[in-house]
Protein backbone atom coordinates (compact mmCIF):
# COMPACT_ATOMS: atom_id res chain seq x y z
CA UNK A 1 0.00 0.00 0.00
CA UNK A 2 1.72 3.71 -0.93
CA UNK A 3 1.79 6.41 1.31
CA UNK A 4 -1.20 8.21 -0.42
CA UNK A 5 -3.54 5.68 0.07
CA UNK A 6 -2.30 4.81 4.05
CA UNK A 7 -2.88 8.22 4.59
CA UNK A 8 -6.39 7.96 3.03
CA UNK A 9 -7.27 4.64 5.54
CA UNK A 10 -5.77 6.59 8.43
CA UNK A 11 -8.10 9.73 7.46
CA UNK A 12 -10.90 7.58 7.29
CA UNK A 13 -10.44 5.97 10.74
CA UNK A 14 -9.67 9.47 12.22
CA UNK A 15 -13.04 10.47 11.01
CA UNK A 16 -14.95 7.55 12.25
CA UNK A 17 -12.91 8.29 15.37
CA UNK A 18 -14.41 11.74 15.56
CA UNK A 19 -17.92 10.69 14.99
CA UNK A 20 -17.74 8.18 17.44
CA UNK A 21 -16.22 10.87 20.19
CA UNK A 22 -19.05 12.97 19.86
CA UNK A 23 -22.06 10.38 19.93
CA UNK A 24 -20.57 9.41 23.04
CA UNK A 25 -20.02 12.89 24.50
CA UNK A 26 -23.85 12.90 24.20
CA UNK A 27 -24.16 9.21 25.88
CA UNK A 28 -22.51 10.76 28.64
CA UNK A 29 -25.23 12.86 29.19
CA UNK A 30 -28.28 10.62 28.68
CA UNK A 31 -26.69 7.80 30.63
CA UNK A 32 -25.74 10.49 33.32
CA UNK A 33 -29.06 11.98 33.33
CA UNK A 34 -31.11 8.35 33.18
CA UNK A 35 -28.97 7.04 36.06
CA UNK A 36 -29.51 9.67 38.07
CA UNK A 37 -33.18 10.37 37.08
CA UNK A 38 -34.04 6.88 37.99
CA UNK A 39 -31.99 6.73 41.67
CA UNK A 40 -33.80 9.96 42.47
CA UNK A 41 -37.17 8.16 41.66
CA UNK A 42 -36.98 5.37 43.67
CA UNK A 43 -33.68 5.33 45.91
CA UNK A 44 -33.42 1.70 44.77
CA UNK A 45 -29.86 -0.01 44.09
CA UNK A 46 -32.28 -2.69 42.49
CA UNK A 47 -33.68 -0.73 39.93
CA UNK A 48 -30.34 1.04 39.33
CA UNK A 49 -29.01 -2.59 38.79
CA UNK A 50 -32.01 -3.24 36.32
CA UNK A 51 -31.65 -0.22 33.95
CA UNK A 52 -27.74 -1.05 33.99
CA UNK A 53 -28.44 -4.98 33.37
CA UNK A 54 -30.81 -3.87 30.54
CA UNK A 55 -27.82 -2.41 29.09
CA UNK A 56 -25.67 -5.58 29.31
CA UNK A 57 -28.16 -8.01 27.92
CA UNK A 58 -28.12 -7.38 24.05
CA UNK A 59 -23.88 -7.11 23.97
CA UNK A 60 -24.71 -11.25 25.32
CA UNK A 61 -27.24 -12.24 23.16
CA UNK A 62 -27.31 -9.83 20.22
CA UNK A 63 -23.36 -9.47 19.73
CA UNK A 64 -22.24 -12.93 17.82
CA UNK A 65 -25.04 -12.07 15.52
CA UNK A 66 -23.84 -8.46 15.19
CA UNK A 67 -20.26 -10.31 14.84
CA UNK A 68 -21.58 -12.10 11.56
CA UNK A 69 -23.49 -8.75 10.18
CA UNK A 70 -20.40 -6.93 10.78
CA UNK A 71 -18.29 -9.14 8.89
CA UNK A 72 -21.11 -9.99 5.50
CA UNK A 73 -22.32 -6.00 5.32
CA UNK A 74 -19.54 -3.50 4.78
CA UNK A 75 -18.01 -2.33 7.80
CA UNK A 76 -19.39 1.18 7.57
CA UNK A 77 -22.75 0.72 6.88
CA UNK A 78 -23.08 -1.82 9.81
CA UNK A 79 -21.55 1.31 12.00
CA UNK A 80 -23.87 4.07 10.16
CA UNK A 81 -27.09 1.79 11.41
CA UNK A 82 -25.88 0.73 14.70
CA UNK A 83 -25.34 4.80 15.64
CA UNK A 84 -29.24 5.65 13.87
CA UNK A 85 -30.72 3.09 15.84
CA UNK A 86 -29.23 4.04 18.50
CA UNK A 87 -30.16 8.00 18.09
CA UNK A 88 -33.64 6.61 18.01
CA UNK A 89 -34.06 4.83 21.57
CA UNK A 90 -32.57 8.43 23.25
CA UNK A 91 -34.74 10.24 21.04
CA UNK A 92 -37.56 7.87 22.43
CA UNK A 93 -36.64 9.05 25.78
CA UNK A 94 -36.55 12.37 25.35
CA UNK A 95 -39.86 12.48 23.90
CA UNK A 96 -41.49 10.35 26.78
CA UNK A 97 -39.64 12.49 29.33
CA UNK A 98 -40.72 16.12 27.68
CA UNK A 99 -44.38 14.57 27.70
CA UNK A 100 -44.09 13.44 31.28
CA UNK A 101 -44.84 9.73 30.16
CA UNK A 102 -41.45 8.43 30.93
CA UNK A 103 -41.39 5.55 34.15
CA UNK A 104 -38.76 4.31 36.03
CA UNK A 105 -39.84 0.64 34.18
CA UNK A 106 -39.66 2.72 30.60
CA UNK A 107 -35.66 2.90 31.27
CA UNK A 108 -35.37 -0.78 31.12
CA UNK A 109 -36.64 -0.96 27.51
CA UNK A 110 -35.25 2.06 26.25
CA UNK A 111 -31.39 1.00 27.45
CA UNK A 112 -31.65 -2.72 25.95
CA UNK A 113 -33.20 -0.65 22.53
CA UNK A 114 -29.97 1.58 22.72
CA UNK A 115 -27.40 -1.36 23.75
CA UNK A 116 -29.10 -3.72 21.06
CA UNK A 117 -28.24 -1.11 18.22
CA UNK A 118 -24.51 0.31 20.02
CA UNK A 119 -23.41 -3.88 19.98
CA UNK A 120 -22.96 -3.79 16.36
CA UNK A 121 -21.10 -0.82 16.59
CA UNK A 122 -18.33 -2.28 18.62
CA UNK A 123 -17.14 -5.29 16.21
CA UNK A 124 -18.06 -3.21 13.15
CA UNK A 125 -15.20 -0.20 14.19
CA UNK A 126 -12.74 -2.50 15.55
CA UNK A 127 -12.32 -4.88 12.82
CA UNK A 128 -12.37 -1.75 10.68
CA UNK A 129 -8.99 -0.89 12.99
CA UNK A 130 -7.56 -3.89 11.28
CA UNK A 131 -8.18 -2.42 7.66
CA UNK A 132 -6.92 1.07 8.10
CA UNK A 133 -3.90 0.78 10.55
CA UNK A 134 -0.45 -1.59 10.03
CA UNK A 135 0.01 -3.79 12.61
CA UNK A 136 3.24 -2.14 14.28
CA UNK A 137 0.62 0.68 15.36
CA UNK A 138 -2.18 -1.28 16.68
CA UNK A 139 -1.23 -0.58 20.26
CA UNK A 140 -1.13 3.74 19.59
CA UNK A 141 -4.66 3.11 17.77
CA UNK A 142 -6.30 1.01 20.34
CA UNK A 143 -5.05 3.41 22.13
CA UNK A 144 -6.55 6.59 20.57
CA UNK A 145 -10.04 4.67 20.65
CA UNK A 146 -9.74 4.59 24.51
CA UNK A 147 -8.89 8.12 24.37
CA UNK A 148 -12.10 8.29 22.58
CA UNK A 149 -13.85 7.00 25.43
CA UNK A 150 -11.96 8.58 27.66
CA UNK A 151 -12.30 12.53 26.73
CA UNK A 152 -16.45 12.54 26.96
CA UNK A 153 -15.76 11.17 30.72
CA UNK A 154 -13.78 14.51 31.39
CA UNK A 155 -16.21 17.20 30.76
CA UNK A 156 -19.52 14.68 30.39
CA UNK A 157 -20.22 14.08 33.99
CA UNK A 158 -19.60 17.56 35.04
CA UNK A 159 -21.39 19.21 32.01
CA UNK A 160 -24.64 16.29 32.91
CA UNK A 161 -24.42 17.44 36.38
CA UNK A 162 -25.12 20.98 35.91
CA UNK A 163 -27.27 20.31 32.74
CA UNK A 164 -29.31 18.03 34.66
CA UNK A 165 -30.23 20.59 37.22
CA UNK A 166 -30.43 23.55 34.43
CA UNK A 167 -32.01 21.73 31.13
CA UNK A 168 -33.17 17.89 32.82
CA UNK A 169 -33.24 14.85 31.43
CA UNK A 170 -35.21 15.55 28.45
CA UNK A 171 -33.43 18.24 26.40
CA UNK A 172 -30.49 16.05 27.52
CA UNK A 173 -31.28 13.01 25.50
CA UNK A 174 -32.35 15.66 22.57
CA UNK A 175 -28.55 16.64 22.42
CA UNK A 176 -27.60 13.14 22.20
CA UNK A 177 -30.08 12.78 19.66
CA UNK A 178 -27.83 15.15 17.54
CA UNK A 179 -24.48 14.06 17.97
CA UNK A 180 -25.37 10.20 16.89
CA UNK A 181 -26.83 12.18 13.56
CA UNK A 182 -23.98 14.22 13.41
CA UNK A 183 -21.86 10.85 13.42
CA UNK A 184 -23.75 9.29 10.61
CA UNK A 185 -23.42 12.11 8.63
CA UNK A 186 -19.62 12.33 8.88
CA UNK A 187 -19.68 8.52 8.07
CA UNK A 188 -21.65 9.14 4.89
CA UNK A 189 -20.10 12.04 3.54
CA UNK A 190 -16.17 11.40 4.29
CA UNK A 191 -15.64 7.31 5.24
CA UNK A 192 -14.98 4.02 3.03
CA UNK A 193 -13.48 1.47 4.45
CA UNK A 194 -12.07 -1.36 2.35
CA UNK A 195 -13.26 -5.21 2.06
CA UNK A 196 -10.88 -7.68 3.95
CA UNK A 197 -8.58 -9.84 2.24
CA UNK A 198 -10.60 -13.27 1.96
CA UNK A 199 -8.56 -16.16 4.03
CA UNK A 200 -8.56 -19.71 4.85
CA UNK A 201 -10.33 -18.95 8.04
CA UNK A 202 -12.66 -16.73 6.10
CA UNK A 203 -13.64 -19.56 3.65
CA UNK A 204 -14.51 -21.62 6.63
CA UNK A 205 -16.53 -19.60 8.14
CA UNK A 206 -19.11 -19.30 5.34
CA UNK A 207 -22.20 -21.10 6.02
CA UNK A 208 -25.72 -20.01 7.34
CA UNK A 209 -26.11 -16.96 9.72
CA UNK A 210 -26.25 -19.89 12.87
CA UNK A 211 -23.12 -21.59 11.36
CA UNK A 212 -20.63 -18.73 11.43
CA UNK A 213 -22.53 -17.44 14.83
CA UNK A 214 -20.96 -20.43 16.44
CA UNK A 215 -17.56 -20.29 14.38
CA UNK A 216 -16.11 -17.54 16.46
CA UNK A 217 -16.54 -19.94 19.35
CA UNK A 218 -14.83 -22.57 18.14
CA UNK A 219 -12.28 -20.04 16.80
CA UNK A 220 -11.65 -19.10 20.26
CA UNK A 221 -11.31 -22.27 22.13
CA UNK A 222 -9.05 -23.63 19.68
CA UNK A 223 -6.39 -21.30 20.29
CA UNK A 224 -5.86 -21.85 24.47
CA UNK A 225 -3.91 -18.72 24.73
CA UNK A 226 -7.04 -16.42 23.68
CA UNK A 227 -9.62 -18.63 25.59
CA UNK A 228 -7.92 -18.14 28.73
CA UNK A 229 -7.10 -14.59 28.63
CA UNK A 230 -10.79 -14.33 27.59
CA UNK A 231 -11.85 -16.25 30.91
CA UNK A 232 -9.48 -13.64 32.61
CA UNK A 233 -11.34 -10.79 31.54
CA UNK A 234 -14.73 -12.41 32.44
CA UNK A 235 -13.85 -12.71 35.97
CA UNK A 236 -12.62 -9.29 36.36
CA UNK A 237 -15.77 -8.19 34.31
CA UNK A 238 -18.35 -10.05 36.67
CA UNK A 239 -16.00 -8.56 40.25
CA UNK A 240 -16.27 -5.18 38.07
CA UNK A 241 -20.62 -5.82 37.70
CA UNK A 242 -20.52 -6.37 41.59
CA UNK A 243 -19.33 -3.20 41.75
CA UNK A 244 -20.63 -0.94 39.11
CA UNK A 245 -24.08 -0.19 40.98
CA UNK A 246 -22.89 0.62 44.35
CA UNK A 247 -20.59 3.45 42.75
CA UNK A 248 -23.55 6.13 42.44
CA UNK A 249 -25.12 4.95 46.15
CA UNK A 250 -21.96 5.61 47.48
CA UNK A 251 -21.38 9.02 46.68
CA UNK A 252 -25.50 10.56 46.21
CA UNK A 253 -26.00 8.67 50.25
CA UNK A 254 -23.49 11.42 51.39
CA UNK A 255 -23.11 13.95 48.69
CA UNK A 256 -25.33 15.98 46.00
CA UNK A 257 -25.09 14.67 42.43
CA UNK A 258 -23.16 17.43 41.54
CA UNK A 259 -19.82 16.12 43.22
CA UNK A 260 -20.73 12.60 41.22
CA UNK A 261 -20.51 14.53 38.35
CA UNK A 262 -16.82 16.41 39.69
CA UNK A 263 -15.63 12.84 40.45
CA UNK A 264 -16.79 11.46 37.34
CA UNK A 265 -14.62 14.22 35.87
CA UNK A 266 -11.65 13.41 37.46
CA UNK A 267 -11.80 9.79 36.79
CA UNK A 268 -12.05 10.75 33.11
CA UNK A 269 -8.98 12.97 33.75
CA UNK A 270 -7.47 9.68 34.72
CA UNK A 271 -8.68 7.67 31.89
CA UNK A 272 -7.60 10.35 29.02
CA UNK A 273 -3.57 10.66 30.43
CA UNK A 274 -3.73 7.05 30.68
CA UNK A 275 -5.04 6.39 26.68
CA UNK A 276 -2.45 9.48 25.52
CA UNK A 277 -0.01 7.36 27.31
CA UNK A 278 -0.97 4.45 25.49
CA UNK A 279 -1.31 6.39 21.95
CA UNK A 280 2.54 7.56 22.83
CA UNK A 281 4.05 4.43 23.92
CA UNK A 282 1.57 1.55 22.51
CA UNK A 283 2.54 -0.89 25.04
CA UNK A 284 5.89 -3.13 25.89
CA UNK A 285 6.53 -5.32 23.86
CA UNK A 286 5.02 -7.66 25.64
CA UNK A 287 1.85 -6.21 25.85
CA UNK A 288 0.41 -9.27 28.02
CA UNK A 289 2.94 -7.98 30.82
CA UNK A 290 1.46 -4.72 30.14
CA UNK A 291 -2.26 -6.03 30.56
CA UNK A 292 -1.78 -7.86 33.80
CA UNK A 293 0.58 -5.21 35.62
CA UNK A 294 -1.90 -2.85 34.87
CA UNK A 295 -4.90 -5.00 35.87
CA UNK A 296 -3.41 -5.15 39.21
CA UNK A 297 -2.46 -1.76 39.98
CA UNK A 298 -6.39 -0.77 38.90
CA UNK A 299 -7.20 -3.48 41.44
CA UNK A 300 -5.35 -1.43 44.32
CA UNK A 301 -6.61 1.83 43.83
CA UNK A 302 -10.24 -0.36 43.77
CA UNK A 303 -9.94 -1.59 46.67
CA UNK A 304 -8.81 2.10 48.56
CA UNK A 305 -11.84 3.24 47.38
CA UNK A 306 -14.17 2.18 50.30
CA UNK A 307 -11.82 3.05 52.86
CA UNK A 308 -12.96 6.05 53.37
CA UNK A 309 -16.12 8.99 52.64
CA UNK A 310 -13.64 11.20 51.83
CA UNK A 311 -13.50 12.71 48.24
CA UNK A 312 -10.52 13.50 48.34
CA UNK A 313 -9.66 9.78 48.23
CA UNK A 314 -12.26 8.79 45.94
CA UNK A 315 -10.97 11.25 43.29
CA UNK A 316 -7.64 10.09 44.04
CA UNK A 317 -8.50 6.45 44.00
CA UNK A 318 -11.09 6.79 40.90
CA UNK A 319 -8.14 8.21 38.97
CA UNK A 320 -5.77 5.74 38.80
CA UNK A 321 -8.20 3.13 38.33
CA UNK A 322 -9.49 4.80 35.50
CA UNK A 323 -5.68 5.60 34.35
CA UNK A 324 -5.29 2.12 33.59
CA UNK A 325 -8.30 1.15 31.88
CA UNK A 326 -6.71 2.17 28.44
CA UNK A 327 -3.60 0.46 29.31
CA UNK A 328 -5.40 -2.82 29.76
CA UNK A 329 -8.04 -2.78 27.04
CA UNK A 330 -5.89 -1.71 24.33
CA UNK A 331 -3.53 -4.20 25.18
CA UNK A 332 -5.67 -6.67 24.68
CA UNK A 333 -7.25 -5.61 21.52
CA UNK A 334 -4.15 -5.52 20.21
CA UNK A 335 -3.37 -9.01 20.72
CA UNK A 336 -6.38 -9.85 19.65
CA UNK A 337 -6.21 -7.89 16.48
CA UNK A 338 -3.06 -9.75 15.74
CA UNK A 339 -3.43 -13.09 15.97
CA UNK A 340 -6.94 -13.11 14.32
CA UNK A 341 -7.42 -12.83 10.79
CA UNK A 342 -9.06 -9.81 9.47
CA UNK A 343 -11.96 -11.08 7.52
CA UNK A 344 -13.34 -13.17 10.61
CA UNK A 345 -12.96 -10.73 13.47
CA UNK A 346 -16.42 -9.86 13.31
CA UNK A 347 -17.49 -12.80 14.61
CA UNK A 348 -14.75 -13.69 16.69
CA UNK A 349 -14.60 -10.16 18.24
CA UNK A 350 -18.53 -10.73 19.19
CA UNK A 351 -18.08 -13.50 20.82
CA UNK A 352 -15.41 -12.65 22.60
CA UNK A 353 -17.53 -9.21 23.65
CA UNK A 354 -20.76 -12.03 24.82
CA UNK A 355 -18.40 -14.21 27.13
CA UNK A 356 -16.53 -11.69 28.52
CA UNK A 357 -19.57 -9.15 29.17
CA UNK A 358 -21.80 -12.07 30.01
CA UNK A 359 -21.40 -11.62 33.99
CA UNK A 360 -22.94 -8.09 33.45
CA UNK A 361 -26.12 -9.49 33.61
CA UNK A 362 -25.92 -11.52 36.89
CA UNK A 363 -23.54 -9.54 38.76
CA UNK A 364 -25.14 -6.60 39.38
CA UNK A 365 -28.14 -8.37 40.61
CA UNK A 366 -26.25 -9.36 43.56
CA UNK A 367 -24.94 -5.76 44.10
CA UNK A 368 -28.68 -4.79 45.79
CA UNK A 369 -29.03 -7.70 48.14
CA UNK A 370 -24.95 -8.10 48.98
CA UNK A 371 -25.03 -4.10 50.30
CA UNK A 372 -28.58 -4.40 51.80
CA UNK A 373 -28.99 -7.33 53.87
CA UNK A 374 -25.28 -7.95 54.39
CA UNK A 375 -22.99 -5.42 54.53
CA UNK A 376 -25.01 -2.25 55.19
CA UNK A 377 -26.12 -4.40 58.60
CA UNK A 378 -22.88 -5.58 59.04
CA UNK A 379 -21.33 -2.32 59.52
CA UNK A 380 -23.96 -0.24 60.85
CA UNK A 381 -24.18 0.42 64.78
CA UNK A 382 -23.88 -2.85 66.55
CA UNK A 383 -23.50 -4.79 63.44
CA UNK A 384 -21.41 -7.78 63.35
CA UNK A 385 -18.46 -6.16 61.34
CA UNK A 386 -18.40 -2.97 63.05
CA UNK A 387 -16.93 -3.48 66.22
CA UNK A 388 -13.75 -4.89 64.67
CA UNK A 389 -13.80 -2.88 61.26
CA UNK A 390 -15.43 0.00 62.13
CA UNK A 391 -12.10 1.27 63.68
CA UNK A 392 -10.75 0.85 60.21
CA UNK A 393 -13.06 2.50 57.62
CA UNK A 394 -15.99 3.71 59.79
CA UNK A 395 -19.19 2.59 61.35
CA UNK A 396 -22.85 3.43 59.22
CA UNK A 397 -24.60 1.59 56.94
CA UNK A 398 -22.31 3.65 53.68
CA UNK A 399 -19.66 2.31 55.41
CA UNK A 400 -20.93 -0.98 54.81
CA UNK A 401 -21.19 -0.48 50.43
CA UNK A 402 -17.26 1.04 50.90
CA UNK A 403 -16.69 -2.14 52.88
CA UNK A 404 -17.80 -4.35 49.73
CA UNK A 405 -16.36 -2.02 46.94
CA UNK A 406 -13.40 -2.92 48.74
CA UNK A 407 -13.38 -6.06 48.89
CA UNK A 408 -14.02 -6.23 45.71
CA UNK A 409 -11.12 -4.82 44.83
CA UNK A 410 -9.03 -6.90 46.77
CA UNK A 411 -10.25 -10.08 44.90
CA UNK A 412 -9.45 -8.35 41.57
CA UNK A 413 -5.87 -8.02 42.88
CA UNK A 414 -6.13 -12.22 43.73
CA UNK A 415 -7.43 -12.83 40.01
CA UNK A 416 -4.78 -10.34 38.21
CA UNK A 417 -1.87 -11.81 40.18
CA UNK A 418 -3.09 -15.35 39.68
CA UNK A 419 -2.87 -14.93 35.89
CA UNK A 420 0.81 -14.40 35.44
CA UNK A 421 1.00 -17.65 36.66
CA UNK A 422 -0.98 -19.18 33.65
CA UNK A 423 1.15 -20.16 31.06
CA UNK A 424 -1.10 -19.83 28.39
CA UNK A 425 -2.00 -16.47 29.08
CA UNK A 426 1.55 -15.14 29.92
CA UNK A 427 2.75 -16.11 26.56
CA UNK A 428 -0.07 -15.78 24.54
CA UNK A 429 2.05 -13.55 21.90
CA UNK A 430 4.67 -16.60 21.97
CA UNK A 431 3.04 -19.51 21.28
CA UNK A 432 0.16 -18.06 18.88
CA UNK A 433 1.31 -17.04 15.68
CA UNK A 434 0.68 -13.44 14.13
CA UNK A 435 -1.97 -14.14 10.86
CA UNK A 436 -3.23 -10.86 10.64
CA UNK A 437 -1.78 -9.20 7.24
CA UNK A 438 -0.14 -6.25 7.64
CA UNK A 439 -2.30 -3.79 5.50
CA UNK A 440 0.36 -1.23 5.69
CA UNK A 441 3.36 -1.89 6.30
CA UNK A 442 5.26 -0.02 3.25
CA UNK A 443 4.20 2.99 4.69
CA UNK A 444 4.05 2.35 8.60
CA UNK A 445 6.75 5.03 8.98
CA UNK A 446 4.50 7.58 7.60
CA UNK A 447 1.61 6.32 9.82
CA UNK A 448 3.63 6.12 12.97
CA UNK A 449 4.43 9.94 12.43
CA UNK A 450 0.61 10.94 11.74
CA UNK A 451 -0.09 8.99 14.94
CA UNK A 452 2.35 10.51 16.73
CA UNK A 453 1.07 13.93 15.91
Known amino acids: MNNKSTLASLRAFLIIWVGQLVSLIGSQLTGFALGVWVYDQTHSVMWLALTQIAMQIPFVILSPLAGVLADRWNRRTAMIVSDFGAGLAVLAAALLYLTNRLQPWMVIPINFWLAAFMTLMWPAFTASVTLLVPKEQYGRANGLVQLGEALPQ???????????????????????????????????????IPSPQHTEDGQQAKGSIWQEMRFGWGYIIARKGLLYLLMFFLLINFLGGVMQPLFIPLILDNWKADVLGYISTVMGVGMLLGTLVMSAWGGGKRKVYTLLGAGVVSSLFLMAIGLRTSIPLLAVCGFGFMFTMPLMNASSQAIWQSKVAADVQGRVFAVRRTIAWSSGIIAPLLAAPLADYVFKPAMSTGGALAPTLGPLIGVGANRGVGLLISLLGMLSVFVSIAAFFVHQIRNVEIELPDITPNVASESSEVLSDQLAD
Open 154 to 192: IAGPALAGALYVSIRLGNMALIDFGTYLFSVILMLAFVR
